[in-house]
Structures are given as C-alpha cells and as structure tokens.
C-alpha cells in the first residue's frame, strides 16, 4: 500500500471548517483513499472514501487533486466531539472475498476549540 | 442493526498467562480483522478472516492466534503473555468480498502485569 504523510496535529474554531490534508504522492490506479478518525480509547470510525472523484457524505467531504498525489478531509462545521486522530489511508480493494489490511499511520491529531 | 460487540472490554492477565479475546461482527458481515494498537507502535494489523479461512496475516509472533466461526464470529488467542502485549485489541467486521467499509468495534484492553 502507498504511504500517507499528515502533519502531526491542527487546530481548529469550533464552528469553522476543518480541512485535513494528506499526501500520497505515491499512490498507483487501483489505490483508494480512506480516512477513518479514533476518539480516545474508541475504535476507529470509517468517514469516507474516494478513487478519484470529490465525495460528499453526512460526515465531511473529501477532495482529491487531479493527479491524485493527495487530498482533502474537510469537516464543514466542526464542533467539539469531532476532536479526534485522523487518519488517512490509501490501500486496494481487491476481488476474491479479501478485504486487505488497513496500514494505519500516526494520523493527525485535530483539536477543535470552543 | 447492532454494531460490532467486543468481549470482554477489560482484561488483566499476567506474564506467561494465555488469553483469548472475542468479537462478534454486524449481523450479516463476513470479514472479520483485527488490530493491536499500543501508544509507541499505533495500530498494527493482526489477521483478518473471511469464511473460516485467514486471508492476510500481519507481523505478529506465532504467539497470536486467532479464528472464525461458521457464524463469523471470530476468537483471537495470545499464548505466553509478555508484558508488551499490553494493548488496546480492536476488531473490525465488513461485508466481505469487495468490501470498502470497516467497522471497528469499541476494543478490548489488556494489561499485562
């Protein structure tokens, strides 16, 4: 799977938008970009994912540039309880009933501030 | 529908002690998988499982072990506990096949005194 690099923590106003970013200036065609983010001492919680268009749930949408060598987690209006690690995640799914390993790297570590 | 249930959610063991942890995934999920997390290495993949069978297995000592049942609930085992097993264990349960959502489960913590 082709590595993530994410800064290691971000601020952000309560209320305001929060844009996490993530380079993976590696990532080959069938590699799709994942971010999950844990609570403390929570399981990880899937957000969103995306091959190569912008994708938009309940949750946060997610931008990813043209050449795919990275991308945007944005989080619209963030409030407290999204304080939380963010990972990033690029990896393949494959056919042939495998759901291959999610490599979890040291994430970002967003603050949300009232 | 219920999430993905972890027993049990607290454990202490001690060195040399075996222990063996469950996870039961979403109802109708076939893939289990699961993950150590420690505060100096994160989250590391384990094993995963789909249909009985393993499918990927990570870096980890013979000592961990794990299995699937024909109602994929899943049991992972650690043999010959060492005090660096002490770890948040998560589990995590999809679809299967081609599958793009996990979902994690709330873990179980070993202490390993």
């Known amino acids: 799977d082709a590595k993530t690099t994410q800064p290691p923590s971000m601020d952000c106003a309560e209320g305001r938008a929060a844009n996490l970013p993530c380079n993976h200036s590696?990532?080959?065609?069938?590699?799709?970009v994942y971010w999950y983010r844990q609570i403390h001492s929570q399981g990880p919680q899937y957000i969103i994912h995306?091959?190569?268009n912008n994708e938009t749930n309940e949750m946060a949408s997610l931008i990813i540039t043209e050449d795919r060598k990275s991308s945007t987690l944005i989080l619209p209006h963030a409030t407290l309880r999204d304080t939380a690690v963010y990972y990033c995640?690029?990896?393949?799914?494959?056919?042939?009933?495998?759901?291959?390993?999610?490599?979890f790297g040291k994430g970002t570590l967003l603050t949300v501030n009232p | 529908k219920a999430g993905v249930t972890q027993t049990p959610r607290y454990l202490i063991k001690t060195r040399g002690q075996q222990v063996t942890l469950s996870c039961s995934p979403i109802s109708g999920h076939r893939s289990v998988s699961w993950y150590q997390q420690t505060p100096g290495q994160g989250l590391q993949f384990l094993f995963e499982?789909?249909?009985?069978?393993?499918?990927n297995k990570g870096n980890f000592p013979g000592r961990f072990s794990g299995r699937q049942f024909s109602n994929s609930r899943s049991e992972m085992n650690v043999s010959t506990l060492e005090l660096g097993d002490s770890a948040l264990y998560l589990c995590?349960?999809?679809?299967?096949?081609?599958?793009?959502?996990?979902?994690f489960g709330p873990g179980t913590r070993l202490t390993v005194t």
């Open positions: 995640i690029v990896r393949v799914v494959g056919s042939g009933g495998s759901n291959y390993k999610l490599t």
């Open positions: 995590a349960s999809s679809s299967g096949l081609v599958s793009y959502e996990q979902y």
């Open positions: 995306g091959l190569k």
């Open positions: 590696t990532i080959s065609g069938n590699e799709y």
């Open positions: 499982y789909f249909s009985e069978t393993q499918r």
